[in-house]
């Protein structure tokens, strides 16, 4: 891939969501995900499977398990323009408390040519990250942790300052301990090997050569260091692996059949191809699902699929993986900016129909979407395997809006269909807020 390509997509990329109709919903797309756009930035020429032989966007396919009327309607023809901007394909799932409408459109697999259904897996980057908490939380309930525990009483000696650092900054993002994601270095070296397999300790010694950006608990940053340190304290304090918790305290319990913490690069069923399109690679459309996500770890490494995220988050949010006291803590939020508030490993988003809870995830080739409402009645899910470049970021935009009214029962406001992209707004993840931030339940 071009180097010069991709550090433009990078900027066309960012810029099209900071310039959002929508930004406190898709901003966290752009910044607040395991990687975002940023992991096709700094590179030269990364040894990865070969472009799908001057293949365009593939064909689209519509697959719809029941109807949701006109909601329904427009949600297509978001998912159908998206792929026209250039994705390889878009899946969602809608459940208004009444009806739930699976849709997928494109394709799953560009050479040879695969209808993409509702089903495939798809890589969900820092959606892993609710599940990290979940276990987290678990154990406090259980006595094995406190939110009050620091990073130095479980992790010696492996974060500058780790007395003052707990597993609750970790949780909600306000350690200030730098962000590994963000070290470009970091990524040339992901990208000149990506099939490597990084092991935690790498990646936070990435993070702690850089400076903090800010004394504990007084800013907020989005960080997936902290993730990866909360992997290391769930398994020491376990004797388990992270792979083995995932399975043990929410896959098998809620019967995810789809969903599963990846040790390598390898999928376990049907699955959609991730891709980059010809704008960033510069020739045709390069399949990265065989990268390895091994540099993600707990924060971003988990595959699942639509079903299967609507009933984890369902089950979360309505009790059944957390007592109410452990809910209301992980719903308890810091709040970075207007309209935007984050929790435990879980966060809230203003949309033009209503608030909603859950998390987002981007790893090369995928960007995921999971909203809910705060009691877990209803829940939208959006997943396109395919790397934004500004026109495809664009578009999903419109997915993600259309999907969220649809699980309110409400069409797009016109003032938000309409309103020209035009004010700036801000990147939660990519800029500290000012200290003293605001605590809400």
Same mark, same amino acid.
């Given at each position: 891939?071009?180097?010069?390509?991709?550090?433009?997509?990078?900027?066309?990329?960012?810029?099209? /969501?900071?310039?959002?109709?929508?930004?406190?919903?898709?901003?966290?797309?752009?910044?607040?995900?395991?990687?975002?756009?940023? #992991? %096709?930035?700094?590179? *030269? +020429? +990364?040894?990865?499977?070969?472009?799908?032989?001057?293949?365009?966007?593939?064909?689209?396919?519509?697959?719809?398990?029941?109807?949701?009327?006109?909601?329904?309607?427009?949600?297509?023809?978001?998912?159908?323009?998206?792929?026209?901007?250039?994705?390889?394909?878009?899946?969602?799932?809608? !459940? =208004?408390?009444?009806?739930?409408?699976?849709?997928?459109?494109?394709?799953?697999?560009?050479?040879?040519?695969? +209808?993409?259904?509702?089903? !495939?897996? #798809?890589?969900?980057?820092?959606?892993?990250?609710?599940?990290?908490?979940? @276990?987290?939380?678990?154990?406090?309930?259980?006595?094995?942790?406190?939110?009050? !525990?620091?990073?130095?009483?479980?992790?010696?000696?492996?974060?500058?300052?780790?007395?003052?650092?707990?597993?609750?900054?970790?949780?909600?993002?306000?350690?200030?301990?730098?962000?590994?994601? !963000?070290?470009?270095? /970091?990524? #040339?070296?992901?990208?000149?090997?990506?099939?490597?397999?990084?092991?935690?300790?790498?990646?936070?010694?990435?993070?702690?050569?850089?400076?903090?950006?800010?004394?504990?608990?007084?800013?907020?940053?989005?960080?997936?260091?902290?993730? @990866?340190?909360?992997?290391?304290?769930?398994?020491?304090?376990?004797?388990?692996?992270?792979?083995?918790?995932?399975?043990?305290?929410?896959?098998?319990?809620?019967?995810?059949?789809?969903?599963?913490?990846?040790?390598?690069?390898?999928?376990?069923?049907?699955?959609?191809?991730?891709?980059?399109?010809?704008?960033?690679?510069? =020739?045709?459309?390069?399949?990265?699902?065989?990268?390895?996500?091994?540099?993600?770890?707990?924060?971003?490494?988990?595959?699942?699929?639509?079903?299967?995220?609507?009933?984890?988050?369902?089950?979360?949010?309505?009790?059944?993986?957390?007592?109410?006291?452990?809910?209301?803590?992980?719903?308890?939020?810091?709040?970075?900016?207007?309209? /935007?508030?984050?929790? %435990?490993? @879980? /966060?809230?988003?203003?949309?033009?129909?209503?608030?909603?809870?859950?998390?987002?995830?981007?790893?090369?080739?995928?960007?995921?979407?999971?909203?809910?409402? @705060?009691?877990?009645?209803?829940?939208?899910?959006?997943?396109?395997?395919?790397?934004?470049?500004?026109?495809?970021?664009? &578009?999903?935009?419109?997915?993600?809006?259309?999907? &969220?009214?649809?699980?309110?029962?409400?069409?797009?406001? #016109?003032?938000?269909?309409?309103?020209?992209?035009?004010?700036?707004?801000?990147?939660?993840?990519?800029?500290?807020?000012?200290?003293?931030?605001? %605590? *809400?339940?």
């Amino acid at each position: 891939m071009p180097r010069d390509l991709l550090e433009d997509s990078v900027k066309k990329y960012e810029s099209s /969501f900071s310039m959002s109709v929508v930004p406190r919903l898709v901003a966290t797309l752009a910044a607040a995900s395991v990687v975002a756009i940023a #992991a %096709l930035a700094p590179s *030269s +020429a +990364a040894t990865a499977a070969p472009p799908a032989r001057g293949l365009g966007a593939a064909p689209a396919t519509v697959v719809s398990a029941s109807s949701g009327g006109g909601r329904t309607a427009a949600l297509e023809a978001a998912m159908q323009a998206t792929v026209e901007a250039g994705a390889t394909g878009v899946s969602a799932m809608i !459940d =208004d408390g009444d009806e739930v409408t699976r849709l997928a459109v494109g394709s799953a697999q560009l050479d040879p040519l695969i +209808a993409l259904r509702p089903t !495939d897996q #798809a890589r969900v980057g820092s959606i892993t990250k609710t599940a990290i908490a979940v @276990i987290a939380l678990q154990l406090v309930g259980e006595g094995t942790l406190t939110l009050g !525990d620091t990073i130095e009483s479980w992790l010696p000696g492996m974060v500058p300052n780790g007395g003052s650092i707990t597993i609750r900054m970790l949780l909600n993002h306000t350690s200030g301990i730098f962000n590994y994601t !963000d070290d470009s270095d /970091f990524f #040339a070296s992901v990208l000149a090997d990506p099939y490597r397999h990084w092991r935690p300790r790498e990646v936070i010694a990435v993070a702690v050569s850089h400076p903090p950006l800010f004394p504990p608990g007084t800013s907020w940053s989005y960080s997936n260091t902290g993730y @990866i340190l909360l992997g290391l304290v769930l398994q020491k304090a376990t004797d388990e692996s992270i792979s083995d918790l995932v399975r043990q305290r929410v896959v098998r319990p809620l019967d995810l059949d789809n969903t599963y913490f990846a040790n390598s690069a390898r999928f376990r069923g049907s699955y959609a191809h991730g891709y980059a399109p010809p704008s960033v690679t510069g =020739d045709g459309y390069q399949d990265l699902s065989r990268w390895s996500p091994s540099w993600a770890w707990a924060a971003g490494s988990l595959v699942s699929n639509p079903p299967d995220l609507a009933r984890f988050y369902q089950a979360l949010l309505s009790g059944r993986l957390l007592s109410p006291a452990l809910l209301r803590t992980m719903t308890t939020t810091v709040s970075p900016g207007p309209g /935007f508030a984050y929790g %435990l490993g @879980i /966060f809230a988003l203003d949309t033009p129909c209503g608030r909603v809870w859950g998390h987002d995830g981007g790893i090369p080739g995928y960007v995921s979407f999971a909203m809910n409402t @705060i009691e877990g009645t209803r829940s939208a899910v959006v997943l396109m395997p395919t790397q934004p470049d500004s026109a495809i970021a664009s &578009a999903v935009e419109e997915v993600l809006v259309t999907a &969220a009214c649809a699980m309110f029962r409400q069409p797009v406001p #016109a003032v938000a269909a309409t309103a020209p992209r035009t004010a700036a707004m801000p990147g939660f993840a990519r800029h500290p807020v000012p200290a003293g931030l605001r %605590l *809400s339940d």
